[in-house]
């Protein structure tokens, strides 16, 4: 998990509506300029210097050099500040007042919460997960009130806005789970000044998601041994070698308790407070419920509280025993105990009712105070380790050196303070740490040949190693690169390019040293000691402006493996603000190549807010998604203009996008392979149940019920395969919809009029179909080829047909479907021409193993069912066995809807004869299609490809049908 999941703000600076964001290992702001990208680091290093101590100050401090904010008009929204200064009406009303009308007006009505939500509010929000093992995912609320205050003067009226915190709340999908509301400020004579604030909880909420939140199970507890060592010590590409991919996130000491485990123990459904109170008595029910109306509403209706950091009032707020809720509890259940005689007792004082209640409990009673003090102790931790993920944070601006021989301490500039930090650091005791800053400086040879059979060299180049002069007495530090001849240069004498490049390698350096830990293990009892130790490195996040700033492309793209090295072997996460579309790129090949996953790089666009408000972008933020093969969709995204679509790394990624096809596309039909096996098999077991059925005399239910179990199986594995088929399919349209095949559309315009092509799709899937024939490897599988030729035929087979229907007159139908004109002669054709009948009539075989349906095309105009490519063609077939060309004696004209389909055709067919003689290519195209799929009769299929050449013929025959048009 990197160390900051996100950030969420709204009036802050370009932010005007609440955006939020969620941060990936390595997550990259790009956009166009002044669009507020910038805003994201300042708002971070904000509230770093706030939120250092806590969240404890009334007001925020805007006077901290590096985010150089300046003052509240410079950090607010421009927007909203002047609307706000501008409005009519004024905020008189106090908020404690407002939370008094609240109370007032609510009472007993818990359904609102007393949160009053501001669009002026300046908020800030981070995500979180509490419930421990639960893992429930919210997110921490900082709300900061502005007030306004005008000022008249003799000539005018000033206005004046500050501002004041207002509010701290964990949120889950805009429900409030646990608030304060801050309502005033007590300034005491004898202590220190404090807050006035209520606190209020969602209790029965809560509970709600910890029922319905599984425990995320954890079967060993990760920590640190040798093999993780040598992770963080072999270079970036030994690891990928070593791993096929890299990991970014070492769950080390992952906490295995859960808090709330003693409640999800004790919960007993029906019986325990806050359930549904299912199987009570309706006497009981009433009883429970009165207790759960009693807490609730005093949980939601808040507790007034005093304190000093806001913190606190996560802590202890209600889980006191003085608070008087678990005596209600209690009260309640011992009064349903008792007898009712000793209930209406005079004798017994309220002081001896006091102490029976005050020091009894009950299951219930203790299940709520638990509860409270697990929920009330999560949420703390929860908000403090939020809070100190902030000091883990570091920052480097795009001037990140200076050409200076000598750095002084005492000119205290970021460059100098990277410079001391470094020199800090003896690299001899931290193997890990040389080794990366050394690789990258260097030449980075990894085990890997080039074309002159040399090692490949993946580091920068610059030099051999850096190094460093030290005299801390009068605080003078120099820095050297010790070149590959051994001789040395200062820093002031290397390029303004290199001097930019080196404060990043620097920096990695001094955060994996300061954030690195010791652990030891392999606890030796008889000594009393542990025999070994490894490293292992803390999470931090850096956040980096324009880190390509000044060097040559081919070095920005190797940027990119810079910060995923570092970011694995130290567990650093970046946040990068770049225009360089060589790092976006090389990010994108590495997704593709799945060296790195989706999950690990988040990307965000930013458009200019002027443009968002005049209507000319939709919105101010755009997470650009990455696809499993690195594609993005640049034009949806970005534009035109922000991309060198020539580039290198961009033909390497298109490559890789085939590659990545055809490994998923393959993935699909080995699971329709295995899909149609099982379909055999069952048909195979329900043939053999039906001839056990006609010879059996005894046992028959016991048979059936097996028939009837095969056959519902069989049917779900046929849904299955055509949800295969389905998404076979979208995996191609996916991958050609990322290329640009307009060039292979120009050719089939060249071979078909379009003009005569009926469904809009049908030149798409040539087109497409085309550009796969072209660009898959020769020794690819080709069945994305046939599948595509084979859709454009179905959608051109389906129009004809659905034309032809609405063509016939209704009342036409039935005689022209009558056994008279149709049945019967229709079986005479085929008798004479020679065909087998079988299968009760029903069925044709026209060629061993190949039977056709007589009568599609007559129940297609009877009952319009959902016609599949198969059925189609066969309609096609049947014409070609009667037609004239081919038996000139036996034709179809004695079926009068055959006659009738055979005039349609040669209306639209330029050459009919031509035409009709190409009908027996359907069968070819009907088991070629059915192969590319694999779903079909294995005997059919030759191999377990479709090679190019089988491609170009079927291409062939589908474009000679067409050109007939």
């Not at 997704?591 to 965000?604: L, P």
């Given at each position: 998990m990197p160390n900051i999941e996100g950030i969420g703000l709204q009036n802050f600076r370009t932010f005007n509506k609440k955006e939020e964001l969620e941060f990936a290992p390595i997550t990259l702001i790009t956009g166009t300029n002044n669009a507020g990208k910038s805003s994201i680091f300042r708002a971070i290093q904000f509230l770093i210097h706030n939120f250092k101590d806590g969240i404890v100050s009334e007001n925020l401090d805007f006077k901290t050099m590096q985010h150089e904010l300046g003052n509240l008009e410079r950090v607010v929204n421009r927007v909203t500040m002047e609307t706000f200064k501008d409005s009519k009406l004024p905020k008189s009303q106090h908020m404690y007042s407002r939370l008094a009308d609240f109370h007032k007006?609510?009472?007993?009505?818990?359904?609102?919460?007393?949160?009053?939500?501001?669009?002026?509010?300046?908020?800030?929000?981070?995500?979180?997960?509490?419930?421990?093992?639960?893992?429930?995912?919210?997110?921490?609320?900082?709300?900061?009130?502005?007030?306004?205050?005008?000022?008249?003067?003799?000539?005018?009226?000033?206005?004046?806005?500050?501002?004041?915190?207002?509010?701290?709340?964990?949120?889950?999908?805009?429900?409030?789970?646990?608030w304060s509301?801050?309502?005033?400020?007590?300034?005491?004579?004898?202590?220190?000044p404090e807050w006035e604030m209520v606190t209020n909880i969602d209790l029965k909420k809560i509970i709600q998601l910890i029922i319905d939140t599984p425990i995320v199970e954890i079967n060993e507890k990760l920590e640190p041994n040798e093999k993780t060592e040598d992770f963080f010590t072999i270079d970036l590409y030994s690891r990928i070698k070593k791993y096929n991919h890299t990991y970014f996130d070492f769950p080390f000491f992952k906490n295995t308790n859960d808090d709330y485990e003693a409640f999800t123990e004790k919960f007993i459904k029906g019986k325990s407070l806050f359930s549904d109170y299912s199987g009570l008595t309706k006497e009981e029910k009433s009883?429970?419920?009165?207790?759960?109306?009693?807490?609730?509403?005093?949980?939601?209706?808040?507790?007034?509280?005093?304190?000093?950091?806001?913190?606190?009032?996560?802590?202890?707020?209600f889980s006191n025993i003085l608070d008087g809720m678990e005596r209600d509890i209690v009260s309640a259940e011992l009064k349903k105990e008792e007898p009712e005689e000793e209930q209406n007792s005079k004798s017994q004082s309220l002081r001896e009712l006091y102490n029976s209640q005050m020091f009894q409990t009950t299951p219930n009673s203790e299940l709520f105070t638990n509860l409270l003090n697990a929920i009330e102790k999560d949420f703390i931790d929860t908000v403090q380790k939020k809070i100190d993920c902030l000091k883990k944070v570091y920052f480097l601006p795009t001037t990140r050196g200076r050409n200076r021989e000598w750095f002084i301490d005492e000119q205290n500039s970021e460059d100098i303070q990277i410079v001391r930090d470094f020199s800090a650091i003896y690299l001899e005791h931290h193997p890990q740490i040389k080794s990366f800053v050394n690789f990258w400086i260097g030449k980075g040879e990894i085990d890997e040949l080039d074309e002159n059979g040399k090692n490949k060299q993946k580091g920068f180049k610059i030099g051999k190693e850096l190094s460093v002069f030290r005299d801390e007495a009068i605080g003078l530090t120099k820095i050297f690169l010790v070149n590959f001849d051994d001789t040395k240069t200062p820093l002031v004498d290397l390029g303004y390019g290199v001097s930019q490049l080196l404060p990043i390698i620097m920096k990695v350096a001094i955060i994996a040293q300061k954030h690195q830990s010791i652990h030891e293990y392999a606890w030796n009892d008889q000594d009393g000691f542990y025999e070994k130790q490894t490293i292992y490195f803390n999470p931090s996040t850096l956040l980096i402006e324009e880190p390509e700033a000044n060097l040559h492309p081919s070095l920005q793209s190797k940027m990119a493996e810079l910060f995923i090295d570092a970011a694995s072997r130290f567990n650093i996460?970046?946040?990068?603000?770049?225009?360089?579309?060589?790092?976006?790129?090389?990010?994108?090949?590495?997704?593709?190549?799945?060296?790195?996953?989706?999950?690990?790089?988040?990307?965000?666009?930013?458009?200019?807010?002027?443009?968002?408000r005049e209507g000319l972008k939709d919105k101010y933020i755009n997470h650009v998604q990455i696809d499993n093969d690195g594609s993005i969709d640049y034009n949806k995204y970005f534009g035109k203009g922000f991309f060198d679509e020539q580039t290198n790394l961009k033909l390497s990624l298109l490559n890789i996008q085939r590659n990545r096809f055809i490994e998923d596309y393959n993935s699909i039909n080995e699971k329709l392979k295995e899909s149609h096996e099982k379909l055999v098999d069952y048909d195979a077991k329900i043939e053999k149940l039906n001839q056990e059925l006609l010879t059996t005399t005894s046992g028959k239910n016991d048979l059936e019920e097996q028939l009837n179990k095969i056959e519902r199986e069989k049917e779900e594995k046929e849904l299955e395969l055509q949800k295969l088929i389905k998404e076979q399919e979208e995996k191609i349209d996916e991958y050609v919809a990322k290329n640009d095949y307009s060039k292979y559309k120009t050719e089939v315009e060249a071979i078909i009029d379009k003009t005569k092509i009926s469904n809009s799709k049908t030149l798409q899937y040539l087109s497409t179909g085309k550009f796969l024939l072209k660009n898959l490897d020769d020794s690819a599988d080709f069945a994305p080829v046939i599948i595509q030729y084979g859709r454009a035929v179905e959608f051109?087979?389906?129009?004809?047909?659905?034309?032809?229907?609405?063509?016939?007159?209704?009342?036409?139908?039935?005689?022209?479907?009558?056994?008279?004109?149709?049945?019967?002669?229709?079986?005479?054709?085929?008798?004479?021409?020679?065909?087998?009948?079988?299968?009760?009539?029903?069925?044709?075989?026209?060629?061993?193993?190949?039977?056709?349906?007589?009568?599609?095309?007559?129940?297609?105009?009877?009952?319009?069912?959902?016609?599949?490519?198969?059925?189609?063609?066969?309609?096609?077939?049947?014409?070609?066995?009667?037609?004239?060309?081919?038996?000139?004696?036996?034709?179809?004209?004695?079926?009068?809807?055959?006659?009738?389909?055979?005039?349609?055709?040669?209306?639209?067919?330029?050459?009919?004869?031509?035409?009709?003689g190409l009908f027996d290519t359907f069968r070819n195209i009907l088991d070629l299609r059915n192969c590319a799929?694999?779903?079909?009769?294995?005997?059919v299929c030759a191999s377990d490809i479709i090679d190019k050449n089988t491609a170009e013929i079927y291409v062939a025959k589908v474009e000679a049908i067409f050109k007939c048009l």
């Open positions: 007006n609510n009472g007993k009505d818990s359904c609102e919460l007393p949160v009053f939500k501001e669009d002026e509010d300046l908020v800030f929000t981070f995500p979180i997960l509490f419930g421990g093992r639960r893992e429930i995912s919210a997110a921490i609320e900082v709300r900061y009130e502005l007030k306004r205050f005008i000022h008249k003067k003799e000539d005018r009226e000033e206005v004046t806005v500050s501002h004041d915190i207002k509010n701290i709340a964990i949120v889950r999908n805009g429900e409030y789970l646990h509301n801050i309502i005033g400020y007590r300034e005491n004579y004898d202590e220190a009883k429970l419920l009165a207790i759960e109306e009693k807490i609730t509403t005093e949980l939601l209706k808040g507790k007034d509280n005093s304190q000093y950091k806001i913190l606190e009032c996560f802590k202890n707020s996460q970046f946040i990068i603000e770049t225009h360089s579309e060589y790092l976006i790129y090389k990010f994108q090949e590495y997704v593709g190549q799945k060296i790195v996953s989706t999950s690990d790089i988040r990307m965000y666009y930013f458009n200019h807010p002027n443009d968002v051109e087979l389906r129009k004809w047909l659905d034309d032809f229907k609405s063509s016939i007159i209704s009342t036409d139908i039935p005689s022209l479907c009558n056994d008279t004109n149709y049945k019967d002669k229709f079986r005479q054709v085929f008798s004479d021409l020679g065909l087998i009948l079988v299968d009760n009539e029903i069925n044709y075989e026209i060629n061993t193993g190949e039977k056709i349906d007589l009568f599609n095309l007559r129940n297609y105009i009877q009952s319009n069912p959902k016609w599949t490519f198969g059925k189609s063609t066969q309609i096609f077939e049947l014409f070609y066995y009667v037609s004239p060309t081919k038996n000139s004696t036996y034709n179809y004209n004695s079926v009068a809807l055959i006659v009738k389909f055979s005039n349609y055709l040669k209306s639209i067919w330029t050459d009919y004869h031509t035409a009709e799929g694999h779903t079909y009769n294995s005997s």
